[in-house]
C-alpha cells in the first residue's frame, strides 16, 4: 500500500515561487517512480514532471521546462516540484503519483497511486 500526501500549495503572484512536497508512507520508496500532474477545473489531468526510481533521470512537460525542478530525497521517502516565474496558467490542483520500478510516463492512467492534491493559484 502507497499513501502519498502532497503539502506546499497556495496563493502566489505571477513571477513568483513555491515548492511542492509529496511525502510517501511505503517501505521501498527508492523502488517507485514519482510524477506531479496538475488539473485545472473542466480540464484533463495533466502530467507536469517525473523522475525515475533512481533518480537519473527526469521529464518535463514543454509548459514548465526551465521553470520547474523535480527532486527526490529517497532517505526522507519525499519527492519535490520547485516552481518558480510562475504564471496564472500554472494554476491548478497539483497532484503526486507513483509508479513502481518505473520509466516515465506521461499518461495519468500509467500511475497505480495518487496524493488527494494540492492546490495551486497564480493571480496575475
Known amino acids: 500500500q502507497v499513501q502519498l500526501v502532497e503539502s506546499g500549495g497556495g496563493l502566489v503572484q505571477a513571477g513568483g515561487s513555491l515548492r511542492l512536497s509529496c511525502a510517501a508512507s511505503v517501505r521501498t520508496f527508492s523502488n517507485y517512480a514519482m510524477a506531479w500532474f496538475r488539473q485545472a477545473p473542466g480540464k484533463e489531468r495533466d502530467f507536469v514532471s517525473a523522475?525515475?526510481?533512481?533518480?537519473?533521470?527526469?521529464n518535463y512537460a514543454d509548459s514548465v521546462k526551465g521553470r520547474f525542478t523535480i527532486s527526490r530525497d529517497n532517505a526522507k521517502k519525499m519527492v519535490y516540484l520547485q516552481m518558480s516565474s510562475l504564471k496564472p496558467e500554472d494554476t491548478a490542483v497539483y497532484y503526486c503519483?507513483?509508479?513502481?520500478?518505473?520509466?516515465?510516463?506521461?499518461?495519468?492512467?500509467?500511475?497505480?497511486?495518487w496524493g488527494q492534491g494540492t492546490q495551486v493559484t497564480v493571480s496575475s
Open positions: 523522475i525515475t526510481w533512481t533518480g537519473g533521470t527526469t
Open positions: 503519483a507513483a509508479r513502481l520500478y518505473s520509466t516515465i510516463y506521461y499518461s495519468q492512467y500509467e500511475y497505480p497511486y
